[in-house]
C-alpha cells in the first residue's frame, strides 16, 4: 500500500518554526539557514494547498490551520522521536550522553562523577563539552546542562544551579587585597567568552556593583583567555584576578587555590538547567543521570548557603 505522505524535511522544518515561531531560530536548531527553513515550509504549504503562517516583519505566526496541523504533527514527531530512541538504544541502553560547555564539564561536573561511578557502576557515561547548543538526535545526545534563562521550546528542563559572582584570586594575592578598591592595583584576568553573553557579570559590571568609579580601558586592561576554566587557572597559578560564578570557581575555593576577595556578591542573570527531549526520560538510565545532577546541585546549593551564613 502506497502512502501520500508530504515531505519529511518540510515536515521537521514546520513543527520547528511552529515551536519557536521563528524561521531563524529553527534553522539554528535543524543547523541550515533561515532561508532554507522557509523554503520548505513553503513546499509543505503548497504541497497540502494553504498557508499555515501569516509572515510578519520579523516573526512568524501559525494561522487556524497552521495550529490544528501542528498539533497533529507534533504529536506524531515526538512518537516517531521515543520510538526510534528506544530502537537505537536496544543495544547501547548502559551509555548516557551529557553535553555541557567545556568549563562546566571541567570546573563542577567532572570532580563529582566518580560519585555517580560508584552509585551506578553499570551505567556508561559519555561527556561532551560544547559551547554552542547540540542537536539532541543528531549528535546522539541524552542530556545538556545548559546556561540560559530556561526556555527551551519542546524539551523538558529542570533549574539546576543559579550563579553568584565573587572577585577571586591566589591567596597570596588575596592576602594583598583590603577592600574592593585595591584590586585596581592588580592584573585584572578576562573570560572571552563570558563577555560575549548578554548581561553576564565580568569586571566593569563587578566595579559598577561596587561603586568603585573605574575608568573603562583600566577595567578591560589583562590577560583574555577564551573559556572561564583557562581563567580560573591563571588566577590560581598567581597571573591575576579574576571575576567568576561560585558555580565554576566552587571546587579551587574548597581546596583552598582560590580566596574570595572583599566585595558584594553579583547575583548573575542566568542559571544553569538540566535539558533533555521528554523521550529521553522513558530510559531508566537517563533518569538515574537526571536524579544523581539534582541531588549534587541540591547538596551544592546548599554547602553555597552554608558558607554565606
Known sequence: MSRTLPPMLAIRAFEAAARHGSFVRAGEEL?????????????????????????????????????RYFVEVHQLLEELE?????????????????????????RWLMPRLGRFTALHPHIEVRVLGSVPPVDFARDHVDLAIRLGSGTYPGLVSDMLLPETYHAVAHPSLAAQICRPADVTAFALLHDEYEQRIPAQVDW???????????????????????????????AAAGAGLAVASDVLAGEALKLGQLQCLPGAPVKGPYRYYLVHPPAAAHRPQVQAVCDWLRQEAADFRRDVRTRSE
Do not use: I
Not at 523554503?39 to 516573526?59: D, M, N, T, Y
Not at 521515543?82 to 571541567?106: E, G, I, K, N, Y
Not at 561603586?211 to 577564551?226: E, K, M, P, T
Open 31 to 67: 543547523c541550515v539557514s533561515a532561508g532554507a527553513v522557509g523554503h520548505q515550509v513553503r513546499l509543505l504549504e503548497e504541497w497540502l494547498g494553504r498557508p499555515l503562517f501569516e509572515r510578519k516583519a520579523r516573526s512568524v505566526e501559525l494561522n487556524e490551520s497552521g495550529r
Open 82 to 106: 521515543r520510538a526510534s530512541l528506544a530502537l537505537r538504544r536496544t543495544d547501547d541502553d548502559t551509555q548516557v550522553t551529557v553535553t555541557a560547555m567545556p568549563s562546566f564539564v571541567t
Open 204 to 234: 566593569p559590571r563587578w566595579c559598577a556593583a561596587q561603586g568603585l568609579q573605574v575608568s573603562a580601558q583600566r577595567r578591560r586592561q589583562g590577560l583574555r583567555f577564551s573559556h572561564t576554566y583557562l581563567t580560573l587557572d591563571a
